[in-house]
């Protein structure tokens, strides 16, 4: 079994900084393409960023494309997600997710899922 354990949520101001995290409990981590989602409960889960298994490139909705970075540590089997200058708007709970298809940016195509950490941010 995998799991996926998220951490690093909070409350934070308008234009502050975040750094979450995820670990993942699995030997074969390099080989997940890995993302990060975020979901309110008016909204569906929402595509946020997506990392190659061996980092060299990622992908980002254009909602958070310049304000957030996602990167990972192979060693460490953890994925991050860089957030700065936070608006209101980033307001959700974030979830990571692993997959095996090429920067997958939808939720069906990730198999293994967080518990997710909430994000507040206040304006």
């Known amino acids: 079994q995998v799991y996926l354990v998220e951490s690093g949520g909070g409350l934070v101001q308008a234009g502050g900084s975040l750094r979450l995290s995820c670990t993942v409990s699995?030997?074969?981590?390099?080989?997940?393409?890995m993302g990060w989602f975020r979901q309110t409960p008016e909204k569906e889960r929402e595509f946020v960023a997506v990392?190659?298994?061996?980092?060299?490139?990622?992908n980002y909705a254009d909602s958070v494309k310049g304000r957030f970075t996602i990167s990972r540590d192979n060693a460490k089997n953890t994925v991050y997600l860089q957030m700065d200058n936070l608006k209101s708007e980033d307001t959700a709970v974030y979830y990571c997710?692993?997959?095996?298809?090429?920067?997958?940016?939808?939720?069906?195509?990730?198999?293994?899922w967080g518990e997710g950490t909430q994000v507040t941010v206040s304006s």
């Open positions: 997710a692993a997959g095996f298809q090429v920067l997958p940016t939808k939720p069906r195509d990730y198999v293994y």
């Open positions: 699995a030997r074969t981590f390099s080989s997940f393409e």
């Open positions: 990392i190659r298994r061996s980092g060299g490139s990622t």
